[in-house]
């Protein structure tokens, strides 16, 4: 089976920062990569399908680019409400696994 | 606007069984496939198990296989999930969650439900 691997596991950065959050999966997947968003006690929420299509109502600070095993998710200027954990999947087949989680804060 | 709904949770002895549901409204509940994933209290995410919208495919985790079965009822707009043999790693919140693309990506997802397995 595939394995998806997110680094880093934390990050804290600053108000209007950009911030990166890499995913990596054992073997290609072209652009079958979706993240999602999962704020502190709230529901898992997806945010980028495809690897860079922007699921409707979400910001454009964020972005999504890669194919085939290596892939980013990007917020351009970071908000407070975007403190969240963060989870890359990959989803062409079963099983879709997740990532570990990349959980980000404010400094 | 698209709900999901969960109900079943609770507390079970190790060995024992539960049925989660998962009401669906606000879509047409036959043309999606049906997921649930679950999360163990503060850990990552875990997909459990899927099923194509009229019952041809059905995946499962090889943490659950043998344990869990999915199923789903078109006409009660539901999904099911019987959960035997129940051990203390599947103490989790467990959520329903709408597929879309290839099924296994989660557009929309309930509250969830929270299964405690404990003695």
């Known amino acids: 089976d595939i394995q998806m691997t997110q680094s880093p596991s934390s990050l804290s950065a600053s108000v209007g920062d950009r911030v990166t959050i890499t995913c990596r999966a054992s073997?290609?997947?072209?652009?079958?990569l979706a993240w999602y968003q999962q704020k502190p006690g709230k529901v898992p929420k997806l945010l980028i399908y495809a690897a860079s299509t922007l699921q409707s109502g979400v910001p454009s600070r964020f972005s999504g680019s890669g194919s085939g095993t290596d892939f980013t998710l990007t917020i351009s200027s970071l908000q407070p409400e975007d403190v969240a954990t963060y989870y890359c999947?990959?989803?062409?087949?079963?099983?879709?696994?997740f990532g570990q989680g990349t959980k980000v804060e404010i400094k | 606007e698209v709900q999901l709904v969960e109900s079943g949770g609770g507390l079970v002895k190790p060995g024992g069984s539960l049925r989660l549901s998962c009401a669906a409204s606000?879509?047409?509940?036959?043309?999606?496939?049906m997921n649930w994933v679950r999360q163990a209290p503060g850990k990552g995410l875990e997909w459990v198990s899927s099923?194509?919208?009229?019952?041809?495919?059905?995946y499962y985790a090889d943490s659950v296989k043998g344990r869990f079965t999915i199923s789903r009822d078109n006409a009660k707009n539901s999904l099911y999930l019987q959960m035997n043999s129940l051990r203390a790693e599947d103490t989790a919140v467990y959520y329903c969650?709408?597929?879309?693309?290839?099924?296994?990506?989660?557009?929309?997802w309930g509250q969830g439900t929270l299964v405690t397995v404990s003695s």
């Open positions: 969650a709408r597929g879309f693309w290839s099924g296994l990506l989660f557009d929309y």
């Open positions: 999947q990959k989803y062409n087949s079963a099983p879709p696994p």
């Open positions: 099923i194509s919208s009229s019952s041809s495919y059905i």
């Open positions: 073997q290609g997947i072209s652009n079958y």
């Open positions: 606000g879509f047409t509940f036959s043309s999606y496939s």
